[in-house]
């Protein structure tokens, strides 16, 4: 059974800095595809950045620049490093996964496996 679990969010003052974490089981982090969704109030699921095998990622152009996706093999984990905070990245953010060496994309339904989200609220 495969599992994700977010954790790190919080409430940032804007131009702060957040580390999320997604600890996933049940699956080898290094054959799979791995991204970060975010969800704001009101709003559609959003893609933020995806990470391959061989280390290949993928950035939304609202991200670029401030986020960086990595991952930890031994512990398989994936983190989103955010800095530069907005207002607007706001929002519940989910790790998502699935099982293969190709790029995956930027679509939601291609990700078999998701967590249960971490709230990030920028906020002065």
């Known amino acids: 059974q495969v599992q994700l679990v977010e954790s790190g969010g919080g409430l940032v003052q804007p131009g702060g800095s957040l580390r999320l974490s997604c600890v996933a089981s049940g699956l080898t982090f290094s054959n799979s595809a791995m991204a970060w969704f975010r969800q704001a109030p009101g709003k559609e699921r959003e893609f933020v950045v995806a990470?391959?095998?061989?280390?290949?990622?993928d950035y939304a152009d609202s991200v670029k620049g401030r986020f960086t996706i990595s991952g930890d093999n031994a512990k398989n984990t994936v983190y989103l490093q955010m800095n530069t905070l907005k207002a607007e990245d706001t929002a519940v953010y989910y790790c998502?996964?699935?099982?293969?060496?190709?790029?995956?994309?930027?679509?939601?339904?291609?990700?078999?496996?998701w967590g249960q989200g971490t709230q990030v609220t920028v906020s002065s």
């Open positions: 990470m391959w095998s061989g280390g290949r990622k």
């Open positions: 998502a996964a699935k099982r293969t060496t190709l790029p995956v994309g930027r679509v939601r339904r291609a990700y078999d496996y």
